[in-house]
């Protein structure tokens, strides 16, 4: 079957981390959105999402869904039962439909509509949701994952404890640390490397070819993308692909884009001084909206870097391609393209954003598309009221 992913009208409240991609290709758990349908059962996935993101493909989809879903084996079986001129619908909006027209498409208000109840899938709509609902996805993902899998010997001088599932990929070089699987189930990819001393929590998934430094401290509902480096003390961050926080320093309740890079001893806060709710930016209204969290840390979009021990407030949103440092707290949401911090800022000029992902990219044997740095000049251009 092939599949069309739509980005629907939650897209915005997504930023900064759709930026560069499309809803699609966000990642938690333990893949994307995109890597979850093919491994459930779709023949090819493509998308419909914002212009300058478009992917150009011949193929015609059988079933178009919402991108931001994870779905339970109900609403898979719901979405594979669905015939022609029939949509999957929730409080009103349209989940999924048999077919390949727009998502925008009126057509589709004449379609049969089939309820969908609200247990039977999971909704990301604020970019806040990546982190929130990780352990979701972590449980749904692993349990996909291990599937039929033959998991690696664990080497006798690590420590396990609980009675949860460990599995272990090829090739992964662990020796000297603590699994805890009391709460929840450990996925170690292929070609991971987990350094002595580290103690890690369930449930987890560490991605493929990633390092997880010496003595880390690794708590529950973490993803850790592939050929990301972790190190200090993490708790419920979600870390994006090629991103490194390779030293000491405090993470919770976050989510870091790719190819980002925190300096040394950098902490950020993820609750408030007299423990009350947080207020987050929000890039639909321009603002800062009120949310029902009590922890939220960092958020901070691809390609964005801050120097060694830079603090960040509770609830910092940082957009594509920022360098922050100096000493103090920056303001608690940086546009994208900024350069700077307490001290105030300036715009980080395109041309050095390129030539530090060049550089960056190049450390990890790979180059900078030139479609990737169109993706960076359109979004540096579309952000500039930002920064103004």
Known sequence: MNIRLFDGLDREHLLPFVYLRPVADLFMGGMTFRERWLKLFAKTVTVETDDYLTEPNDITPDICILASLIPTSEFVDAVQSLAPNQKLVCEGEVLAYHGGIAS???????????????????RIKHNWDLFLMNEHALRFDISLLSKDKVSATIADNNVQI??????????VNMEGVSLNTTDGPIYI??????????????????????????????YSNCSIGPKAKVGGEVNNVVFFGN?????????????????????????ASNLKNDYGLVRVWDYTSGNFVKTDLQFCGLMMGDYSQCAIQTSFNTATVIGVGCNLFGHGFPRQFIPSF????????????????????KAMKKRRGVELTSKESEYLQTVFQSTANLRN
């Not at 509509?113 to 899938?121: A, D």
Request: hydrophobic share 35%; glycine share 16%; charged share 25%.
């Open 104 to 122: 925008k498409d009126s057509i589709i208000d004449s379609y049969e509509s089939i309820s969908v109840q609200k247990s039977k899938f999971i």
């Open 162 to 171: 609980g009675d949860g599932a460990i599995t272990i990929g090829s090739n």
């Open 189 to 218: 990819d292929e070609g991971a490397t987990i350094m002595e001393g580290s103690m890690l929590r369930g449930p987890l998934y560490v991605g493929k070819n990633s390092v997880i430094k010496m003595g880390t401290k690794v």
């Open 243 to 267: 991103c490194n926080k390779g030293h000491d320093g405090f993470l919770g309740n976050a989510v870091i884009g790719e190819w980002c890079n925190i300096g040394a001893g950098t902490d």
């Open 338 to 357: 900024s350069r700077g911090g307490a001290q105030g800022f300036t715009e980080n000029r395109l041309d050095k954003v390129i030539e530090t992902a």
